[in-house]
């Protein structure tokens, strides 16, 4: 009876850790900033497990270094100037090049173990946890988590643990997708503001898209108008507005046509213009969009 009820109190405290790690990650706000987020997640994995420490270790472009990426508990400025360990070197180096998991209560017995780190840092790991961190089928880093609290690591220590590198695998990868994006689009918005005409784009919806500094300058707009609806937007400009929604309901673009229309100030305003078409790959609709120029001061135009 006694084995028994051990076994239920263990699965009950591994239930009761997944159910706080599922709480934690429902709780992260990727608003915040990448160090934050990581702080996160590495100061509640460490109150749920009773550790006092963790890192993220990813490695290097050259894949010759392991680096510190993320950094909690208290060794955690020693630690961050330790800054990189050799592949080939320590725990995490041996995790990392075998793939393969550990769970050591007596580290200073492994013969991977690096001596080296306690001796500069001054700390004693009398208890370690490193498991690989796999995005995408290769291994990126590995998570490494020392010095139970109370006692020694257990073996539900060790599922948890390899339940949150799954997990901080997932978030480095989205954080390097939404750097990548957020990156191109800050170039197609330089690229936007960079040209002499103004453009401006909508969604189906109606929603403003792009407004480049030029459309802004032509038009007479003081302040951004992005993700605003065009209706209410460009009140003064009703004529520009049924331009852009008549290429999303005929499919028809032009180049090199005229319009009349007004500046938010009432003043007149003659633009030359050439409308475009925005498609997915598989030819869905995706929005519209207009490039002009301001043709007022030009003699002959109607």
């Known amino acids: 009876m006694k084995i028994g009820r051990n076994n239920i109190m263990a699965e009950n405290d591994l239930q009761k850790h997944l159910r706080a790690l599922d709480e934690m990650c429902s709780r992260i706000s990727f608003s915040l900033k990448e160090n934050e987020v990581f702080s996160q997640i590495l100061k509640r994995s460490c109150e749920i497990l009773g550790a006092e420490g963790m890192s993220v270790l990813l490695v290097s472009a050259d894949n010759d270094y392991l680096k510190f990426y993320a950094v909690e508990g208290t060794a955690k400025e020693v630690l961050r100037k330790l800054k990189v360990i050799p592949v080939n070197e320590g725990i995490a180096g041996w995790v990392f090049s075998t793939g393969k998991a550990v769970l050591l209560n007596d580290p200073y017995s492994h013969p991977k173990f690096l001596h080296a780190v306690d001796r500069k840092t001054g700390y004693q790991t009398r208890n370690i946890i490193c498991v690989p961190l796999i995005s995408r089928m290769k ?5 490494e988590i020392v010095n139970k609290r109370s006692g020694n690591f257990s073996q539900d220590d060790m599922y948890f643990t390899q339940a949150l590198a799954g997990i901080i695998s997932i978030v480095i990868r989205n954080i390097a997708l939404f750097t990548e994006l957020t990156n191109k689009n800050n170039m197609i918005k330089s690229v936007l503001n960079g040209i002499p005409g103004g453009f401006i784009s909508i969604n189906k919806a109606g929603k403003i898209l792009e407004f480049n500094t030029a459309a802004a300058q032509i038009l007479g707009f003081v ?5 605003m609806r065009v209706e209410d937007t460009f009140k003064m400009q009703s004529e520009l507005v049924g331009v852009l929604k008549e290429v999303m309901t005929t499919g028809k673009t032009g180049n090199r046509l005229i319009l009349n229309t007004r500046k938010n100030t009432g003043e007149k305003l003659i633009v030359g213009y050439g409308t475009i078409l925005m498609k ?4 869905k609709v995706l929005g519209s969009g207009i490039i002009f120029q301001d043709l007022t001061k ?3 135009l109607p």
Do not use: C, Y
Request: net charge negative.
């Open 298 to 300: 030009i003699q002959g």
């Open 223 to 227: 302040s951004s108008v992005q993700d």
């Open 139 to 143: 291994t990126i880093g590995v998570l």
């Open 280 to 283: 997915s790959d598989g030819g």
